[in-house]
C-alpha cells in the first residue's frame, strides 16, 4: 500500500510539474522575462471600465536583425522589455509579439499615464547600449605601458514609439482599445518616431 500511495504522489507531483511549465510556456515570454500576450488578453478580459493600453514598437527593428544580427535584434528586445518592466503609475508591460509591447494601466484614464509613459522613452532612448565586436578578446587587455587598445564595442541609438488609447469608462472591447492605440502608435511613427502619441 505504501509503494502505490508514493507512486501515486509522484504522479501528482509530475503532473503538477507539466501543468506549471505549461502555464509558464503559454503566458510569459521565454526571450524578455515578460508577461506574454495571451497573459494580457486574460487580464484585459478581468479589467473594469477604466483602463488605458500603451503599444511600443522599436524603432527601425528591422535594421537592428539586418545590419547587426538577430542576437544584437534580442539584445534590444531586452534593453527595452527591461525598461519597460520599470514603468511607474501602475502600468504593467507585456510582450505583445515581435518588437511590439503593450502596457496596461488599470483605473487609469489616458492623461493620468503619458508622464510614465514617457519616462520610459526617454529611459531607452538613454540606455547605453554597445554592439561588441565578435572578435573582441576574453579578457580586458593590461594597459600598463601599452598604446590602448582598439574599441571593441561601438554604441547603437535605441529608441521607441509609443501609442496611448483608453477606454474612457465607455463600453468599448478591449480589442478595441488595442486597435486604437496600435492606430496612435502609427501616428506616433508618422511624426518622426521616438514620440508618445494619442
Do not use: C
Amino acid at each position: 500500500m505504501t509503494d502505490s500511495l508514493l507512486l501515486m504522489a509522484a504522479g501528482l507531483i509530475l503532473a503538477i510539474m507539466v501543468l506549471q511549465t505549461t502555464y509558464a510556456m503559454a503566458y510569459r515570454d521565454d526571450l524578455t522575462g515578460l508577461p506574454a500576450r495571451r497573459a494580457l488578453m486574460r487580464d484585459l478580459d478581468a479589467l473594469g471600465t477604466t483602463y488605458t493600453v500603451a503599444m511600443v514598437d522599436v524603432d527601425h527593428f528591422k535594421l537592428f536583425n539586418d545590419k547587426h544580427s538577430h542576437d544584437v535584434g534580442d539584445q534590444v528586445l531586452k534593453l527595452v522589455a527591461g525598461a519597460l518592466a520599470g514603468v511607474q503609475g501602475g502600468g504593467k508591460a507585456y510582450r505583445y509579439g515581435g518588437e511590439e509591447f503593450t502596457v496596461l494601466f488599470p483605473g487609469k484614464v489616458r492623461d493620468e499615464t503619458i508622464v510614465h509613459l514617457n519616462a520610459v522613452r526617454v529611459a531607452v532612448e538613454s540606455a547605453s547600449f554597445s554592439v561588441r565586436r565578435w572578435h573582441r578578446p576574453k579578457e580586458k587587455p593590461s594597459l600598463e605601458g601599452e598604446a590602448a587598445p582598439a574599441p571593441t564595442s561601438r554604441q547603437l541609438s535605441v529608441t521607441v514609439s509609443v501609442g496611448v488609447s483608453d477606454s474612457a469608462g465607455a463600453e468599448i472591447s478591449p480589442e478595441q482599445i488595442l486597435k486604437n492605440a496600435d492606430e496612435a502608435l502609427y501616428r506616433a511613427k508618422e511624426q518622426g518616431r521616438n514620440r508618445v502619441s494619442t
